[in-house]
């Protein structure tokens, strides 16, 4: 069984798994120090309500678009493929949003979860402490949806990487909050933003395969659509082919079936697919890299 689809779900939901377990161990800690462990259960109840809110999400994107693909509706694929293309196009949006944001963040994160906590404990109320864990953990799991339903043709390997990478973020909070171990979270955080900006720059990939995947199938249906197209060498909207690198690096095969699951490398690249993804990397790349310094 081919589990290369499960290795960006993985990298994604641990990086993000580990900025919601600091969240978490920090507000664990600031109640340690005020003896008001009472109100751990809050804690606890964000966190599950933060994942019962997430599975939810992913299973409801999942449903529609499983609905969508075996509706008898003439549209019904292409507009599949639409969607997929715009959940991919949100997912790019919020996971550069987030990576960025969380890099200049991240010196104030500690003074800040534990400013909302004292103002918790002020109220004398559990609803600010599982208000602030549920917030940080939702917000991390609907990232890794939106991967995950950018990726949902893949079937339920991805899943399963969004589940060891859940693991290995519990394991590293309770190696730094329970075992006392000293982790370089600085570097893990450089070396896991730097694979998600690569990841996220493949998504741009993808979203313009969706869109060409769409336009195409509705051409199909209603030749009127042709008007949209503008490309050559079988594309509809991507222009010209910059490379096909079938005969020496095929995408099905390995080492490309890698590249592609992490990257999103594809073996034919067309001319908007280029501009897309060297524009990402570029702007998206430089905020990032300025954030670092």
């Known amino acids: 069984m081919d589990f290369t689809a499960a290795l960006p779900v993985f990298l994604i939901t641990l990086r993000e798994g580990v900025e ?31 994942l019962g809110v997430s599975l939810l999400l992913g299973i409801g994107v999942n449903f529609g678009l499983q609905k969508l693909g075996l509706s008898s509706w003439i ?23 987030m990576l960025i944001w969380m890099t200049q963040q991240a010196k104030g994160l500690k003074a800040g979860v534990e400013e909302s906590v004292q103002v918790a404990l002020a109220e004398n109320t559990s609803w600010g ?27 339920w390997v991805p899943a399963l990487g969004a589940i060891a990478g859940l693991a290995g973020a519990t394991a590293i909070g309770l190696l730094i ?24 720059a493949g998504l741009v990939v993808t979203a313009f395969r969706k869109a060409e995947m769409s336009v195409g199938l509705l051409n199909q249906i209603d ?11 079988g594309s509809c ?52 890299w300025k954030s670092l310094r």
């Open 129 to 155: 402490v599982f208000g602030l864990v549920f917030v940080a953990v939702l917000r991390e799991g609907v990232e890794t949806v939106l991967f995950l339903g950018a990726q949902i043709n893949q079937g």
């Open 20 to 50: 919601a377990a600091l969240v978490v161990g920090i507000v664990l800690a600031c109640l340690g120090k005020a003896n008001a462990s009472h109100l751990n259960g809050a804690v606890y109840q964000g966190v599950f309500a933060g």
């Open 177 to 200: 909050f329970k075992g006392g171990r000293r982790i370089n979270l600085g570097l893990f955080f450089q070396i896991m933003g730097t694979v998600l900006l690569l990841i996220v």
């Open 223 to 233: 030749p009127q659509w042709h008007r949209f197209c503008w490309g050559e060498n």
């Open 237 to 288: 909207l991507l222009g010209p082919m910059v490379w096909d690198l079938s005969d020496r690096l095929p995408d099905k095969q390995f080492p490309g079936l890698v590249l592609k699951a992490l990257f999103g490398y594809t073996q034919s690249l067309y001319l908007l697919q280029a501009i897309g993804y060297v524009g990402f990397v570029s702007i998206v790349g430089t905020r990032y």
């Open 75 to 97: 549209y019904g694929p292409a507009l599949k493929q639409a969607l997929q293309g715009g959940i991919a196009i949100v997912a790019i949006g919020l996971l550069s949003w």
